[in-house]
Each structure stands twice: as C-alpha cells, then as structure tokens.
C-alpha cells in the first residue's frame, strides 16, 4: 500500500501563494489518481482538486478555480498543490490521498490518505 505524506503549509496573509507536496512511497505512483482535500474548523472535508494517474486531465472545485493548480511528477513520486491569491476561506488542513482508479472519480474512490498540513491564511 503507497504512503503519502504532506508537506509544505504554513502561515501566509491573504494574496500570498504557498506549494503543496505529497510524496508517495511504498509502490508504483503512476496507476491511480491523485486529490487534494481541505477540511476547515466546524465544517465537513471538501474535495479541492484531482489529477488523473498521466497528469493529462485535472479538476477543481469551484471555489479554488483559476488560483489553485494541481500537478505530478510520477518519475519523483510527488503530487504538487499550487495556492495562489490565498484567502481567509482557504484556511484549513490540506490532505492528499489516492484513488483506486487512474482517472478522475468521485470521493469514495479515494482510499489511502496522508496525514493532512495545516494552512492557515490572514487577513
């Protein structure tokens, strides 16, 4: 079963950026999907972005459209999660986590999860 640890949260005001990384060990990367989730205090785990197993077709939820970029680098184990003009509402622990399927898919596909990275965003 692949291992996934995150890394990269921290502290940043409201417009800065911050990069995710996932690494993944344990076996082969490449044959599943990748998502990013983010669940805020007093509320329920969102999906917040997908990438398919080739890195070839992505999703974003709505609210992270167009300041959010997810990507991977299969030959480094890595699944990436660009924030930019980070606000309030974004604050939230981040995790990654691996589909059972290659392409994208809906939540309950996501079977084996990292432990999450806090982000927290001032105003």
């Known amino acids: 079963q692949v291992q996934l640890v995150e890394s990269g949260g921290g502290l940043v005001q409201a417009g800065g950026s911050l990069r995710l990384s996932c690494a993944a060990s344990?076996?082969?990367?490449?044959?599943?999907?990748m998502g990013w989730f983010r669940q805020a205090p007093g509320k329920e785990r969102e999906l917040v972005g997908q990438?398919?197993?080739?890195?070839?077709?992505?999703y974003y939820a709505e609210s992270v459209k167009g300041r959010f970029t997810i990507s991977r680098d299969n030959a480094r184990n890595t699944v990436y999660l660009q924030m930019n003009s980070l606000k309030p509402e974004d604050t939230a622990v981040y995790y990654c986590?691996?589909?059972?399927?290659?392409?994208?898919?809906?939540?309950?596909?996501?079977?084996?999860w990292g432990q999450g990275t806090q982000v927290t965003v001032s105003s």
């Open positions: 986590a691996a589909a059972r399927t290659a392409y994208i898919t809906v939540v309950a596909q996501y079977i084996n």
């Open positions: 344990g076996r082969t990367f490449s044959n599943y999907a």
């Open positions: 990438i398919t197993w080739s890195g070839g077709s992505t």
